[in-house]
Nanobody, 122 residues
Framework: QLQAFGGGLVQAGGSLRLSCTAS????????VGWFRQAPGKEREFVIG????????TFADSVKGRFTISRDTAKNTFYLQMNSLKPEDTAVYSC?????????????????WGQGTQVTVSS
């Protein structure tokens, strides 16, 4: 089971860090990712990390602004969001899949945390 934390309201140009913690298990054999869904839009892939932590994949829209990291000791992974824009406003969800590689499709992830709202004001 995954739990996501850290959403909130921030001004454009600001930063937020989301965290996702696993209970009852570890991420050691899971690739993880963050997705977001804005009102009226489909859920989209934001960023992901493979289970070894050696590779990161991200959407072009967040390149250079968002990073993903993992703290295996805390069984938690993070989404650091910098230089936020109003178009980043969405519900952000963390997800995990028992596979060695990242996948951009939400349907490939079996485990999801609850969404957390991120609102960026202009």
């Amino acid at each position: 089971q995954l739990q996501a934390f850290g959403g909130g309201l921030v001004q454009a140009g600001g930063s937020l860090r989301l965290s996702c913690t696993a209970s009852g298990g570890t991420f050691s054999r899971y690739s993880v990712g963050w997705f977001r869904q804005a009102p009226g839009k489909e859920r989209e892939f934001v960023i992901g990390m493979n289970w070894g932590g050696s590779r990161t994949t991200f959407a072009d829209s967040v390149k250079g602004r968002f990073t993903i990291s993992r703290d295996t000791a805390k069984n938690t992974f993070y989404l650091q969001m910098n230089s936020l824009k109003p178009e980043d406003t969405a519900v952000y969800s963390c997800a995990a899949r028992r596979a060695s590689v990242i996948n951009r499709s939400p349907s490939q992830y079996a485990y999801w945390g609850q969404g957390t709202q991120v609102t960026v004001s202009s």
